[in-house]
């Protein structure tokens, strides 16, 4: 049992059938969205028991996505908990805007979530669709966002602050004018101050550069990261995950680069 789900469960809660180890499963950041999305509004959920009509309502209470485990409510109309315990597995639907994420999930265990029956379920299976594709971004509020630095050839060190960023590119504002030429087609150097102890050194390829008199005289850029290595993906995935946990509200969908 994983240790954020530990003091939600009380000695009452009896274990199910336990079930040999599986792979991790690999989640996009589609899906993640998805799914702390429904963690924080709780919306209902829609399950099906295999071999029974109809649906069944719940609400993801938590997930764990280091286990791929949830941690969802009692299932409403109430199914007899011996026949949940016997089924091989259930599939559960989540919804967010035009996102749509299916689980296949087995029972491991009844819990008591603040007193009232709960269910732990480990992912086995997933499949996601969405019918409008988007970019989605974090915002920042203005002279609020992570510090970047650019670095431009044969150019003094610029100093940023972050606006939005994704997995595809991020939009900056420096302060004061800059109508020094920019590069057009050599990759720019940036360092991204994403955290106390977490930075990410990448190279942006530029797509405009713009000068605004208000509210205060400052130049905004517009850029999509260049190719990355595998752990640079894996520290910007972690920080874009970090900040929807945190602030789901501070996404934003788009369906063009920032």
Same mark, same amino acid.
């Not at 788009?254 to 920032?258: A, D, K, M």
């Given at each position: ?13 009896? !274990? ?26 709780? !919306? ?6 295999a ?44 919804f967010?805007?035009?996102? &749509? ?15 009232? !029956? ?19 971004? &974090? ?52 360092q ?22 208000? !509210?205060?005289?400052?130049?905004? &850029? ?14 910007l ?16 969908a ?5």
């Open positions: 049992m994983f240790e954020r789900f530990a003091p939600w469960f009380s000695r009452r809660s009896r !274990p199910a059938n336990t079930h040999a180890p599986t792979a991790r499963l690999s989640w996009c950041d589609e899906e993640l969205q998805v799914l702390l999305w429904n963690e924080g509004a709780k !919306p209902q959920l829609q399950v099906e028991l071999g029974r009509s109809g649906l069944f309502q719940s609400c993801l209470l938590a997930f764990d996505p280091d286990n791929d485990q949830l941690l969802i409510d009692g299932l409403f109309p109430v199914p007899p908990l011996d026949l949940i315990h016997q089924l091989p597995g259930f599939s559960i639907t989540l967010k805007h035009q996102a &749509v994420l299916q689980l296949w999930v087995t029972l491991e265990q009844y819990a008591l979530f603040h007193g009232k !029956p709960a269910l732990l379920v480990r992912i086995a299976q997933k499949t996601f669709r969405q019918d409008r594709r988007a970019h989605s971004r &974090v915002q920042f509020p203005r002279g609020q966002g992570p510090i970047a630095l650019l670095q431009l050839p044969m150019q003094p060190q610029l100093r940023a602050s972050l606006v939005n960023v994704s997995r595809g590119g991020l939009r900056l504002n420096i302060f004061g004018k800059h109508n020094d030429p920019w590069p057009q087609h050599t990759p720019i150097a940036c991204l101050h994403l955290a106390d102890h977490l930075k990410l050194d990448c190279q942006l390829q530029l797509k405009a550069v713009q000068y605004y008199r208000s !509210p205060c005289q400052h130049t905004q &850029v517009r850029a999509k990261f260049a190719p990355m290595t595998a752990q640079q993906q894996h520290t995935h972690l920080f874009l995950f970090k900040q929807l946990q945190d602030n789901p509200n501070a996404w934003a788009s369906q063009s680069l920032p």
